[in-house]
Structure formats: C-alpha cells, structure tokens
Nanobody, 117 residues
Framework: VQLVESGGGLVQAGGSLRLSCAAA????????MAWFRQAPGKERDWVAT???????LYAASVKGRFTIARDSAKNALYLQMNSLNPEDTAMYSC????????????WGQGTQVTVAS
C-alpha cells in the first residue's frame, strides 16, 4: 500500500486547508486510517483517526476545528482544517493500520502546513 499526501501550504491564521491522502495498492485490508503531524523539534503527534465503519476520533487540540473523512470508493482520506493557528504548523502525514490496535502499518511522506500569524 502506498500513501501520498497533498494539499499542504502556507495559510494565514484563521484560514482553512484541506489535506488529501491518496491510497494505492491493497487498500481493502486497511481497517483504520489516521492523520499525524510533527512540528520542527517535536515528536510526532496523533491528530485524528477514522475507522472502516466511519467512527472518528480527534486529539483535543484539534477537536471542533478539524474533520477527518474517508472516501473508500476513491481510496482517499481527507483532513479539513479550519480556524488554523500557528501552533498547527507541522508536517502532516497520513497512515493506515490493518488491525484495530497496534502500530500503523503504512505511512505517507507528508505534506507541510505552515500557518502564519
């Protein structure tokens, strides 16, 4: 399975961006997909998860501002990000997991999001 992110860029504080993650390969085996982010000099943080059944989970820092969505027909994952602030600046990566728990099996290369104050 290959994952490729797109949609990152530079945005002013308060603005919005929509990230996409295109999946190729044996995607039917993927149970859960998620977005992670890593700011310079910091550890990678979990942002949001969506299950194969459509259940969504969010980190407290983005809940109410970000929305994760999955289009199985298009083998795509999305992250709609609203009310962005400079603390959201990071490299955003999508990931896929075969099981309900454990480490993620597949990772994309990431797309950079920069929020200017």
């Amino acid at each position: 399975v290959q994952l490729v992110e797109s949609g990152g860029g530079l945005v002013q504080a308060g603005g919005s961006l929509r990230l996409s993650c295109a999946a190729a390969g044996s995607t039917n085996s993927i149970n859960r997909m998620a977005w992670f982010r890593q700011a310079p000099g910091k550890e990678r943080d979990w942002v949001a998860t969506i299950t194969s059944g459509g259940t969504t989970l969010y980190a407290a820092s983005v809940k109410g501002r970000f929305t994760i969505a999955r289009d199985s027909a298009k083998n795509a994952l999305y992250l709609q990000m609203n009310s962005l602030n400079p603390e959201d600046t990071a490299m955003y990566s999508c990931a896929g997991r075969l099981r309900d728990y454990g480490a993620f099996d597949y990772w994309g290369q990431g797309t950079q999001v920069t929020v200017a104050s």
